[in-house]
């Protein structure tokens, strides 16, 4: 339950909506920089497609479906190594790539083979 203190005797009321709260005063700051605050206007009828989409190619497959074993697995260990991956040129490999789960991530960072192994034995400058 909500207890209301009693307002010292003297000190004028003064109405939440009156007080500047933090939120107005940072978007005033914001708004003070801009050269308007008129909203652009929006079209009616559908909107145009956004400039990323990109066409579909009928010979595209979906990065699932891809079978990464047998297109990067050399040796058939059911492990995809950073040698294969160098050696087949999909390394660094993100954990967004269909073969990232067959990989090892030792530092757990989500890309595999980030550093070549000469790069790897030489000490920092």
Not at 34 to 51: K, N, Q, R
Request: hydrophobic share 35%.
């Amino acid at each position: 339950m909500l207890v209301r203190q009693p307002r010292r005797r003297g000190a004028p009321k003064v109405r939440t909506h009156d007080r500047p709260r933090p939120e107005a005063k940072a978007l005033e700051g914001v708004l003070r920089f801009c050269l308007t605050t008129e909203l652009p206007a929006i079209p009616d009828g559908p909107l145009p497609p956004p400039a990323s989409s990109l066409p579909e190619t009928p010979d595209a497959k979906p990065l699932e479906s891809i079978d990464a074993l047998r297109l990067w697995d050399d040796n058939r260990n059911g492990r995809i190594t950073c040698t294969e991956a160098r050696r087949h040129g999909i390394a660094p490999v993100p954990f967004t790539h269909p073969a990232y789960p067959f990989m090892r991530d030792v530092d757990s960072d989500g890309v595999v083979c980030e550093k070549s192994p000469v790069n790897a034995l030489r000490a920092p400058p």
